[in-house]
C-alpha cells in the first residue's frame, strides 16, 4: 500500500502536466456548474417556495403554518404581509398568504369567506398545487368546527349537560380521522385512450440534465488523462515494468487511483459550488456519491481498455470526446429520459452513463428506495469486474511480445 502513494503521486503529476487541458476540464464545468446551480435555484429541486403573514397569532393560524412547513415539497417562509409581498414581487416565492385578522374566530364560527389574501407570481406554475393544499388545510379546521358544532347542538336538543372541555374533546376525535390519512383521498391518473394508468414522478428537466453534464465531463476527463498508457508503451516503459517484480500492476493500480482522485476532484469542485452559491444539494446522501464512485471506476476501466487496444494516442484523442458524446446523448445526460419512447431508454441502458443517471435519478425522486438502484449499480461494478482485468491482460500480453 505504501508503495502505490508515491506510484499514484506521480501519476498525478502526469496528468496535470498539461496545465492548459487540466484547467479546462476544471474551469469549464465549473461555468456550467454556475449556469446549472443558477437555474437548478430557480427549479429549487422540486421544492415550492410559499410566504405566509400571520395577522391572527392565534393558536389556529399556528398549527396551520406547523402542518404546513411539515409538508413534502413546501418551503414555507412566515414574515409580515410587506416583505411577503416584496418576495412575490422578486420571483424569491411563488405564492403569498396573508393570514387576516380574525382567522381562528371565523374558522370556529364554521365560516370559510374573506380569512386569506392570496397573491402570486404571474410566473408560477405551482400557484394551484399550494391553493388546494392551502385549501386541503382550511377545509380540515372547518369540518373540525362543524363537527363541534354538530355534536353541542344535539346534546343542546337533549337537553344534557356538557362536560367541561368536552368541545376540545370532540375536536381532537375529528382531526383525529386526518390521520395518519384523511378518510379521502385522490388518485391522480394519466389517461390513455380507454385505460387509465398511474402518474409516474419525472425528474424535473434540469436536475436531470445537470446531472448528465457531471457524468459528462467525467468521462472527457478520464479518457483524455489515460493516453499515459499508449505513451509509456511507445517508449518502451511498459516492457521494462514487466521485467521488475510487481512493476507493472504497481503502476497499472497507481494508474487507477490516479484517475479515481481526478474524477471526484472535478466532480466535488462541481457540486461544492452549486451547493456554496445556490445553496443547492444536488446529490444529497450517501448512496449518490456511492453511484458516482462506481460511475468513475466503470469509465476507468474502459478508457483503460481503450488505451490498450489503440496503437497511437492521436487515435485516443480523436476518438475520446466522439465516444464521450455518443454515450452521453444516447445515455441521456443531455435530456430527460423520463419524456422520451420507451425504446430510446433502452438505448441508454447501452451506456455507463445511461445506468448512472438511472440510479442518479431514482436516488433524487426517491432517496429511500435502495432497490431501485441495484441493478445500475450492479452493472456498473460488472462494467468494471470485466474491463479492469481484461485490460491488465492486453497490456501485459503485448508487452510481452
Request: hydrophobic letters at 50%; proline letters at 4%.
Amino acid at each position: 500500500m505504501m508503495r502505490l502513494v508515491p506510484i499514484t503521486i506521480y501519476k498525478l503529476k502526469m496528468m496535470f502536466r498539461d496545465k492548459v487541458f487540466t484547467a479546462a476540464m476544471i474551469i469549464i464545468p465549473l461555468f456550467i456548474a454556475l449556469a446549472a446551480g443558477y437555474a437548478l435555484k430557480q427549479e429549487k429541486m422540486n421544492i415550492v417556495p410559499i410566504a405566509i403573514a400571520d395577522e391572527d397569532n392565534s393558536n389556529t393560524t399556528r398549527v396551520l403554518i406547523e402542518r404546513l412547513s411539515g409538508k413534502k415539497g413546501l418551503e414555507v417562509l412566515q414574515t409580515d404581509r410587506d416583505k411577503a409581498m416584496d418576495l412575490v414581487k422578486s420571483n424569491r416565492v411563488e405564492v403569498v398568504y396573508i393570514l387576516k385578522k380574525g382567522f381562528e374566530e371565523k374558522i370556529k364560527s364554521g365560516e370559510n369567506e374573506q380569512i386569506i389574501d392570496v397573491a402570486k407570481s404571474p410566473e408560477s406554475f405551482a400557484a394551484d398545487f399550494t391553493n388546494e393544499v392551502m385549501a386541503g388545510e382550511i377545509i380540515r379546521f372547518t369540518a373540525n368546527a362543524t363537527a363541534v358544532k354538530w355534536v353541542l347542538d344535539v346534546y343542546g336538543k337533549t337537553g344534557k349537560a356538557v362536560p367541561e372541555g368536552f368541545d376540545r374533546e370532540i375536536e381532537r376525535h375529528a382531526d383525529s380521522q386526518w390521520e395518519p390519512r384523511p378518510l379521502m383521498t385522490i388518485d391522480y391518473r394519466e389517461l390513455e385512450g380507454e385505460s387509465s394508468v398511474k402518474a409516474e414522478k419525472i425528474l424535473a428537466p434540469r436536475s436531470a440534465v445537470s446531472t448528465g453534464i457531471i457524468l459528462v465531463f467525467m468521462m472527457f476527463q478520464i479518457l483524455f488523462s489515460s493516453g499515459w498508457l499508449i505513451e509509456e508503451r511507445s517508449s518502451g516503459m511498459i516492457k521494462r515494468l514487466v521485467a521488475g517484480p510487481e512493476a507493472l500492476a504497481l503502476s497499472f493500480a497507481g494508474n487507477i487511483s490516479a484517475l479515481f482522485i481526478t474524477g471526484m476532484i472535478q466532480v466535488t469542485a462541481f457540486l461544492l459550488l452549486d451547493r456554496l452559491v445556490f445553496g443547492i444539494d444536488l446529490l444529497p446522501g450517501f448512496w449518490p456519491y456511492t453511484v458516482i464512485a462506481l460511475y468513475l471506476t466503470a469509465v476507468i476501466s474502459i478508457s483503460l481498455f481503450l488505451s490498450a487496444v489503440l496503437k497511437t494516442p492521436a487515435q485516443l484523442q480523436a476518438g475520446a470526446p466522439v465516444f464521450a458524446l455518443m454515450t452521453g446523448f444516447a445515455g441521456g445526460c443531455f435530456w430527460n429520459t423520463a419524456e422520451v419512447p420507451v425504446r430510446v431508454k433502452q438505448l441508454a441502458r447501452f451506456t455507463p452513463q445511461g445506468w448512472a443517471m438511472e440510479g442518479l435519478n431514482r436516488l433524487m425522486l426517491f432517496p429511500s428506495d435502495m432497490a431501485g438502484v441495484v441493478l445500475p449499480m450492479m452493472v456498473l461494478f460488472i462494467i468494471t469486474l470485466i474491463l479492469l482485468p481484461l485490460s491488465y491482460i492486453i497490456i501485459r500480453a503485448n508487452s510481452t511480445v
